[in-house]
């Protein structure tokens, strides 16, 4: 990516980390530091805060519309960015991160608790496009992934499901209307296009409302989700109030177009991501290796083991060899004495069919249709056999003596 998930998630969370209540918030700063101030400072500018909000205990929508004041209020946690907000409010601005991915977090209540304006909710993940060799990593390594896995998931299926979730308890919840807010599309693609980003985005827009201590309470939600190729996450932003949301959504819009970066902190935070995209990176080719080291190691056992084998085959085949010889060895002079205790002779024809015969004779003649054979000395051929009258000759097969 050309800019870190850190820096684009910080830029467009134009887009709940506080239900739309009547319950008190605690009070943020409300005072600038300079730039190269520290957090401590941020952390002091909370008491003026205070003060502040003290001396406006009475004040209402109206009231803020008819002053129309707004003021600057900076991240409290790691001064990355500054936001204009409604004076005399209750206002907290913060970078929350989650498994180190920052998320802009604005929460702005008026004094008498009857609004709420809120961009971000921190229990929204970062997601991840399922990745089997990150995830082998990550479990070689015995670490558990930062990002939660999962398939990109479009704006409408992804917030409907968390409307529900987020405020389908509240007492009396109707969710009013679902709907695509071009005024916020074209916000969010102004400022994609200012940072040179262009990834998928998806936005929808709810209305509702709900009861709460006898008053009615409507309310505005919008949903992001974009999507950076080997990631992508929700962004939600929203606002309500028991009065009338037309002009809570002035505020609304006053402020989302007002947030500025810190350019000291995109930098820095630039610059971490290039120091863990190179330590990934790093990581990723010392696995590599590793696990080509391994792959080897074991080609090279199962090479060693297969060669073993081999030997072990060639082994027992001579062993088995041997002994196959050993027993026709045996067998043929086991057949050989039981021949010489029966005075007999083994003959084999041309076929390779064996007979027994007497052993008083040099040559036999065997006759095929009824196994019946004619010994006769060493000289004598079949031609000579035709002589003799009332033999069929043609029945009989000469033999040789095999034992």
């Known amino acids: 990516m050309r800019k870190s998930i850190a820096i684009i998630a910080a830029f467009l969370s134009f887009s709940a980390f506080s239900s739309c209540n009547d319950q008190p918030a605690p009070a943020a700063q409300q005072t600038k530091p300079d730039q190269d101030e520290t957090i401590s400072a941020n952390r002091k500018a909370m008491n003026l805060t205070a003060e502040i909000n003290s001396r406006a205990e009475s004040s209402t ?11 600057t209020v900076y991240d409290m ?23 180190n991915s920052p998320r802009t977090l604005v929460r702005a209540i008026s004094p008498d608790n009857n609004a709420v304006i809120f961009m971000g909710d921190p229990a929204l993940p ?8 990150m995830e082998a990593m990550y479990r070689d390594m015995g670490m558990n992934p930062p990002t939660q896995s999962s398939q990109f998931v479009d704006a409408e299926t992804y917030f409907t499901t968390y409307m529900q979730e987020r405020f389908g308890r509240l007492q009396g919840f109707v969710l009013d209307e679902k709907y695509v807010d071009e005024k916020v599309v074209e916000f969010q693609r102004r400022e994609m296009e200012k940072m040179n980003f262009h990834p998928n985005v998806t936005n929808i827009s709810y209305r509702f409302h709900y009861e709460s201590n006898g008053r009615t309470i409507r309310g505005v939600v919008n949903g992001t989700t974009l999507s950076f190729g080997s990631g992508w996450l929700p962004e939600v932003s929203g606002y309500c109030t028991t009065g009338n949301l037309n002009d809570l959504e002035e505020i609304f819009w006053a ?5 500025i970066q810190n350019p000291a902190w995109q930098q820095a935070q630039h610059a971490r991501h290039q120091q863990v995209m190179a330590q990934i990176d790093a990581n990723t080719q010392a696995m590599t290796a590793q696990h080509q080291r391994n792959m080897a190691n074991i080609q090279a056992s199962a090479q060693a083991h297969q060669q073993k084998m081999a030997a072990l085959h060639q082994a027992a085949d001579i062993r088995n060899q041997a002994w196959a010889g050993q027993q026709a060895s045996l ?3 086991h057949k050989q004495f039981i021949n010489g205790i029966r005075n007999e002779h083994t003959v084999a024809d041309p076929s390779g069919n064996t007979y027994q015969v007497d052993n008083y004779s040099d040559k036999y003649f065997v006759d095929k249709t009824n196994n019946t054979y004619i010994g006769t000395h ?8 035709r002589q003799i009258k009332g033999l069929n000759i043609d029945n009989f097969a000469e033999t040789i003596i095999i034992r």
């Open 61 to 71: 929508i109206e009231d803020y519309k008819n002053q129309n004041e707004m003021q």
């Open 77 to 99: 946690t790691e001064n990355s960015f500054s936001i204009a907000m409604p004076a005399g409010w209750q206002n907290i601005a913060l970078m929350h991160r989650l498994h």
């Open 126 to 133: 970062v997601y991840s496009i399922p990745n089997p060799q």
């Open 255 to 259: 402020m989302g177009k007002s947030r």
């Open 331 to 333: 067998d043929a002079q």
């Open 378 to 385: 060493g000289t004598v051929t079949l031609d000579d056999l």
